[in-house]
């Protein structure tokens, strides 16, 4: 808590500094945030003003200023921030008749607290101002944009300069920067904003998991089914999404003329809604729906790599990892109420499973258990009855399974509960990866039977999963998890053959043709051997073969691999056995 009091207190002191600096501030709201604070104010600054706003904080800090609290009534509170059209926002929402602010020397702030009792109780050395950022006023993009100004505060100097060199590897790990560097991927505004274009090695990589994806699948007992991008707006309706989902989704399609015939504003004569699709299951349900289902033929296990769409705010975009066009390693299990405990257990086996395969470690896994708000029912579809048994029973599966896991209530999807996981890179950051969750709710809506065993229909139960949770957020994980320097076999390149001259090309495609089951390319750039090597270490290739006059005469190799490790020179027989 003390460190919490002192990340409010500074960003008090921040505002303070700006009003000393910036005399036509307007100040917003500074919150504590988990690594330091922020403060958001209309006054125009540069990255270069961070460090005179911080050398002003730390001159408030070394003259030992108390943070006085007083109460007073909403007329007085008018009165004192009578120039700042932000706080009276604020006064006016407040219920009670008097406010609580706070001074601290010259500053006055409208705030509840609580703060340290005085400025000195501060290191100076452990905070440092970090960086600006954009943001509307109350997060509505109705509103005006307003500076953000970020600050670090830690315990100690030692603290926060851990972070900041946690936070100088991120950055070299930034999937968006490995993207361009490594020739992944990229986004232009002329395609559309939040639509990510793959070139040929992203497109590799994603070929490579996807494979790996669909294989395992089979092995695990799922069949796959592919289904359209667009559905009709009366699939939407009844699947519930149309009035649970809304915020999410884009507008309706007209599907009736041509756009030549729009265009000319040809009257419309029949028309037809669609929607982009956001997510896979109400087209799952209707292939389950397409013929009599028995209790024998439960579980249904049926998964899909579908595209979907969601609006997403352009300020959210970032990279693969908020996009609105992404795909979802989706499937939706359909089983008898004696089969779901063990089902949910087959899918948090195969979860773990994808994670050790791609090299994380899977006792770091953290799950959350989103259930529902019970003082707002009104968000969710479905019976009492149905969310009381699918939220006991994943509890128990978590349980029973080990996992670690904690609850969130309020997080549940419209359609049911579920469980979240989310697992921790090389640097010791949580992603949000698999969901698995429990849907009572489509079934009913779709009438969704099958005959038991009495010969009486009956409703079945729908588990909704997802692994990757998108193959776009799970491939900016990989690449920041190993810094672009993927395994050999996820890598878009494995072999760079590097001739010393054009002379010995004639031997490189006489060596790619030995390793025709890798994937190899010869460099046949005229730059110096010494520059080829550098590209190929820049561009993490995991092993480069050199060759050159001995090479050839020889019959051999010199293989350097990733990391800038020589291990020699060697016959092509014995460099495979090395990789094996």
Same mark, same amino acid.
């Given at each position: ?45 540069k990255e270069e003003d961070l460090k005179k706003i911080e050398d002003k904080m730390k001159e408030i800090i070394k003259s030992d200023i108390s943070f006085e609290q007083k109460i ?24 009670? /008749? ?6 601290l020397g010259e500053f006055i702030d409208l705030c509840k607290g609580p703060h340290i009792k005085s400025t000195k109780e501060i290191d100076s050395n452990a905070f440092k101002l ?20 970020? *600050? ?16 100088? +590897?991120?950055?070299?790990? /930034?999937?968006?920067?490995? *993207?361009?560097?490594?020739?992944? #991927? ?7 904003? *939040? ?133 979802? /390693? ?43 708000? +019970? ?6 579809? @479905? ?19 080990n996992l670690n896991f904690v609850e969130e209530k309020g997080e549940a999807a419209f359609y049911g509960p579920k469980l979240d996981f989310k697992i921790k890179d090389v640097l ?11 849907? #009572? ?5 779709? /009438? ?23 193959? +776009? ?38 060596? =790619?043709?030995?390793? =025709? ?18 590209? @190929? ?12 006059? =001995? ?30």
């Amino acid at each position: 808590m003390e460190l919490e009091n002192i990340k409010h207190s500074l960003s008090h002191i921040l505002a303070y500094a700006v009003q000393s600096l910036y005399k036509d501030a307007k100040f917003g709201i500074g919150p504590a945030i988990e690594n330091g604070f922020y403060y958001d104010m209309e006054v125009e600054l540069k990255e270069e003003d961070l460090k005179k706003i911080e050398d002003k904080m730390k001159e408030i800090i070394k003259s030992d200023i108390s943070f006085e609290q007083k109460i007073i009534s909403k007329e007085e509170a008018r009165d004192i921030f009578k120039d700042q059209p932000y706080k009276l926002e604020l006064i006016d929402e407040i219920e009670e /008749d008097n406010v609580s602010i706070y001074i601290l020397g010259e500053f006055i702030d409208l705030c509840k607290g609580p703060h340290i009792k005085s400025t000195k109780e501060i290191d100076s050395n452990a905070f440092k101002l970090d960086k600006l950022a954009g943001a509307y006023w109350r997060g509505s993009e109705k509103n005006k944009m307003l500076t953000r100004v970020y *600050g670090l505060a830690f315990e100690s100097k030692e603290k926060l300069n851990e972070y900041i060199k946690l936070m100088e +590897e991120a950055e070299k790990r /930034d999937h968006r920067k490995l *993207g361009r560097e490594l020739d992944l #991927f990229h986004t232009e505004e002329e395609v559309g904003i *939040g639509l990510v274009l793959w070139h040929p090695k992203g497109a590799i990589i994603w070929r490579l998991i996807e494979d790996f994806w669909y294989k395992k699948h089979l092995e695990n007992g799922y069949e796959l089914v592919r289904t359209p991008h667009i559905g009709s707006r009366k699939l939407w309706e009844r699947s519930g999404h149309w009035g649970f989902y809304s915020d999410s989704m884009y507008p309706p399609i007209e599907i009736g003329q041509s756009l030549e015939e729009s265009q000319n504003k040809e009257e419309l004569k029949e028309s037809e809604q669609f929607l982009l699709k956001p997510m896979n299951c109400p087209f799952h349900v209707s292939i389950y729906n397409s013929s009599p289902r028995s209790y024998r033929d439960l579980p249904m296990r049926w998964a899909e790599t579908g595209t979907v769409y969601r609006f997403e705010k352009k300020g959210e975009l970032s990279g693969l990892t908020r996009v609105r066009g992404f795909t979802q /390693d989706d499937a939706h299990i359909i089983c008898r109420e004696d089969q779901v405990e063990e089902e949910l257990k087959r899918v948090i086996d195969f979860i773990l499973f994808i994670y050790k395969s791609f090299g994380f470690d899977i006792d770091s896994v953290k799950v959350y258990l989103s259930l529902r708000d +019970e003082n707002d029912k009104m968000k969710y579809a @479905g019976t009492d009855e149905g969310w009381n048994f699918s939220e006991s029973v994943l509890r128990k599966v978590a349980i029973e399974k080990n996992l670690n896991f904690v609850e969130e209530k309020g997080e549940a999807a419209f359609y049911g509960p579920k469980l979240d996981f989310k697992i921790k890179d090389v640097l010791g950051r949580e992603w949000q990866c698999s969901t698995l969750q429990f849907d #009572f709710n489509l079934a009913e809506r779709f /009438d969704m039977t099958f005959t038991n065993d009495k010969g009486e229909k009956e409703q079945p139960y729908m588990l909704h999963r997802a692994l990757f949770g998108s193959f +776009e957020r799970f491939i900016g994980l990989l690449l920041e998890h190993y810094a672009g320097a993927l395994p050999f076999w996820l890598s878009p390149v494995q072999v760079k053959i590097i001739p010393v001259s054009e002379n010995h090309i004639d031997y490189a495609l006489e060596i =790619k043709e030995k390793l =025709k089951e890798y994937r190899v390319e010869i460099d046949r750039n005229s730059d110096t051997i010494g520059k080829k090597i550098r590209n @190929g270490e820049m561009e993490k290739v995991p092993y480069l073969l050199v060759v050159g006059d =001995k090479e050839r005469e020889s019959k051999t190799v010199s293989v350097r691999q990733r990391g800038k490790i020589d291990l020699g020179v060697m016959t092509i027989e014995k460099f495979l056995e090395t990789e094996k």
